[in-house]
């Protein structure tokens, strides 16, 4: 017979892993009510306020002629206590809400540290948080909740939150009231951090940007305001970028500097301090980016090299190639080939599902191989007449049908001139105007300056019909890479997963993207598995705040049949509640899996075909 500690789940029922357990022989039990004392093989630290359940299992016994009988209290005297009762192995419960089974618990009582949490704001936007109000943390109110990173492999990132809500009986938090401290200063987009000091330790946890104030009016002294964040990636999705300035880029790694995604970050206005990124494992052969959203653009990147992109805890904008994982990147925590953590049965929670819904047994990568024209022709004409007005600039936008590799700024007198009538039939003043063009991957940009002291026109040159941009375009090679795999086919059926690679297209690279993905998702592995832990010890306390996005952990959950399964973070959760004294973060996982890279003579990196692949 067993006695058995598990978490308890909304429902007051077992959930997650095995906590702890004891064992007994039951022919030691007497047949009169009695006290007994069953030791725990594995001591366990239980957290106050939070509910566990005692569970007791024996089998193998007579209904009729050979039981136990755990003794109740039929008034429900303990009022945390509700008896549960299962008859076929805990599949299912019944409950006895005004019952309570005896129990007893004897241990030593654990000192555990307490977290200290900061919440700050860059009121005045100088770019610190020291100035005068600036640390909330007094008015914070509990629980506060905030997330990052993507929901599966092959997704994306979404933008991380921050929520929570603060005292605000004296209109501190309220934006219309003139008399509060903060007047003039609660807007949307102003600076916000959280942060966490324990043992010692400052652990940056969050940072961001206040998207919306929700002042809430109560009974006296009951007011508050609910505020609500979000991080950068929310900044990349409100803009639109043309790049790159100067024209396309060619042969250049994703991480390069300059390169696509240095360019996408610096059109965004994204701090150069505020990045890490990879070189990156593909060349592109052509770039560009035109009236793009910068989040849309990172999106294609990734998609390209499947990489990974996200915000970190430090609001540092991350880009990892798609070889990061497969190496040590220098050692120390930021190694991939080694675990960061071990979680052994102390997890308050482990779930996952089991389905299709992950498994790409066809993959069908499209690729453009992009060549450009050998001669110059037309890329662009307008038949309208921009007027400048007098000692003015206008911009006009030439648009080009497609990315050019070169192109000619419109010249003066040929390509365009300058008139007092839009007929050409005034005073021509070509000599007071200038054109300053900025060339991008598929439009120009044309600053049309006029010094005279009256409005022009411009009119089209003598050896054109309209205002005129020659030069030359790429045309576009379009072709598909597949690779299939039947078994599983058969298994599950047709599923397909189907990628667009707008800037490269040499096939042998889109074949090894194809066989790759068909490789590492043809078969049904456990899908999104998520991992939820409390900081009930000292250990577990640095545990949920020093693991970040992408750190390799391991995991053991015997209930589950998982044991010391490797394991990266894509995502976290986290939930702090009960003033700080509980912090519970619910970890996104994704399984390591053996493509790994080739290291001559090492076991378990060395077998081709078995532990090691050609790498894509």
Known sequence: ???????????????????????FDPSTIGTSNAWNQISLTTPRVLQAGTKYIAYLEYSGGAQWTN???????????????????STDSGSSWTQYANFDFLFREWGTPTSVSNIAYLVEVDWNNDGDFSDANEDITDDVLMPIRWKRGRDEELGYTSPGTF????????????????????????????PIRLR??????????????????VPHPGKKNAEDCYIYATDGLSELAEDKIEAPSGGVYTNKLIGADPGPMETILDEAGWPVADRTLDAGVDTLEVWWAHKADPLDEVHKLEDLERSFCYIDEAGKFV????????????????????????????????????????????????????????????LWETADRPLVPASSSITVWAIFANPVSSAN???????????????????????????????????????????????????????NDALYIDGKEYEDDEATARDEDTTSQTAYGDRSIDVDVPFHGDFGVLQSYAEYLVRRYKDAVIDNPRMAVIGSTDALKTQVLSRKISDRITVTCTDLGISAVGYFIEAMEHEVKDGGAYHKVVWTLSKVTNDRP?????????????????QF
């Open 196 to 213: 966490a000091i324990f043992d010692g330790t400052t652990y940056n946890l969050w940072k961001g940007r206040i998207e919306k104030y």
């Open 319 to 378: 880009y990892e190639d798609r070889h990061h994982r497969y190496g040590d990147n220098g050692g120390g925590a930021t190694d991939h080939l080694t675990s960061q953590a071990t979680f052994s049965d102390v997890m308050s929670a482990f779930d996952y599902e089991s389905s299709a819904r992950p498994v790409k047994n066809i993959a069908l990568i499209t690729g453009h191989k992009r060549a450009a024209v050998a001669s110059d022709a037309k």
């Open 67 to 85: 039981y136990l009988i755990w003794r109740d209290d039929t008034t429900g005297s303990y009022a945390g206590g509700i008896a549960l009762v």
């Open 1 to 23: 017979a067993y006695i058995r500690i598990y978490a308890a789940n909304a429902n007051n029922a077992p959930t997650g892993g095995l906590l702890a357990s004891g064992s």
């Open 409 to 463: 700024a419109p010249a003066a007198t040929t390509d365009w001139k300058a008139n007092t009538a839009s007929d050409g039939s005034g005073t021509d003043h070509t000599s007071d105007v200038s054109i300053a063009s900025t060339l991008y991957g598929k439009a120009m940009k044309l600053v049309i300056t006029n010094a005279w002291t009256g409005a022009l026109y411009i009119i089209a040159g003598t050896s």
């Open 598 to 614: 080739w290291l001559l003579g090492v076991a378990g990196y060395s077998e081709i075909g078995e532990t090691t692949y050609v």
């Open 163 to 190: 929520e929570f809500s603060v005292k605000n009986a004296d209109g501190k938090y309220s934006p219309e009231n003139s008399g509060g401290a903060l007047y003039g200063n609660l807007l949307p987009k102003r």
